[in-house]
């Protein structure tokens, strides 16, 4: 395991509504990605936070939003929620700027009916 | 938009086998080249990585070889084993920690 935990585990959520993740970074880690993963696809690349700010987003529409806190947990949320929107959420958690590997959590699992 | 190709996307290989993932990369700038192992319900597993510094990183039964002018790496199993079976993907991104660009992935099945 690696130390990175993400919740819920499943989410059913209805079409136009918002829903927000959350993941806890392993420890000493203070830079945390999202990915979406669609099923039989790689994960692609949503934002990363280092230090509560957003330090790079890949081409997803401003409805999806983060946030990092003090401790270094953080959030994904997405709002008005779209079909296409079902996926797994990814979390992946890192040790500072440095040249250091990104560790995933177990993700959550978003159905929008 | 920055691509990894990944192929085969399905591999069936017989127990004590190799085998054999493919990716190729257009971004000369990428300078980090991890592989993951999923199974199914679960995260990416971080299994090996890969610097353009070097044309082979061995750990294990896991083997990446790298070819920089040809933009291409590919992980090689050696004896495979059915508890290998899973869906891997390669990825890469310009450091260790930043954006991972993932290829499609190759769901490998190991028959015993």
Redesign the interface.
């Known amino acids: 395991e690696?130390g990175?935990t993400q919740s819920p585990t499943h989410l059913i959520k209805t079409r136009g509504q918002q829903v927000t993740l959350r993941c806890s970074s392993q420890s000493g880690h203070n830079?945390v990605?999202w990915?979406q993963q669609a099923l039989?696809?790689?994960?692609?690349?949503i934002f990363?936070y280092y230090r509560e700010e957003e330090n790079?987003r890949?081409?997803f529409p401003p409805r999806f939003s983060g946030l990092q806190f003090p401790n270094y947990s953080s959030e994904l949320n997405v709002n008005a929620l779209e079909l296409d929107d079902s996926a797994l959420y990814?979390c992946?958690s890192?040790?500072?700027?440095?040249?250091?590997?990104?560790?995933?959590?177990?993700?959550t699992?978003l159905t929008v009916v | 938009?920055q691509q990894v190709k990944?192929s085969p996307q399905s591999l069936i290989v017989q127990k004590g086998g190799i085998s054999i993932i493919n990716c190729a990369y257009e971004n000369t700038a990428f300078d980090?080249f991890?592989w993951?192992q999923q199974f199914p319900?679960?995260?990416?597993?971080?299994l090996i990585?890969i610097r353009p510094d070097v044309s082979e990183k061995k750990e294990g039964r896991f083997t990446i070889s790298f070819n920089k002018s040809a933009k291409q790496f590919s992980l090689h199993i050696m004896d495979s084993q059915p508890g290998d079976s899973a869906t891997y993907?390669c990825?890469a991104s310009s450091?260790?920690?930043?954006?991972?660009?993932?290829?499609?992935?190759t769901r490998l099945m190991v028959k015993p």
């Open positions: 690696t990175v830079t990605s990915y039989g696809q790689g994960p692609q690349f990363q790079g890949g081409n990814l992946a890192s040790k500072g700027q440095g040249d250091t590997e990104a560790f995933f959590g177990q993700g699992r | 938009q990944q980090y991890p993951y319900g679960k995260g990416p597993a971080l990585a993907f990825a450091r260790a920690g930043n954006m991972l660009t993932f290829g499609g992935g």
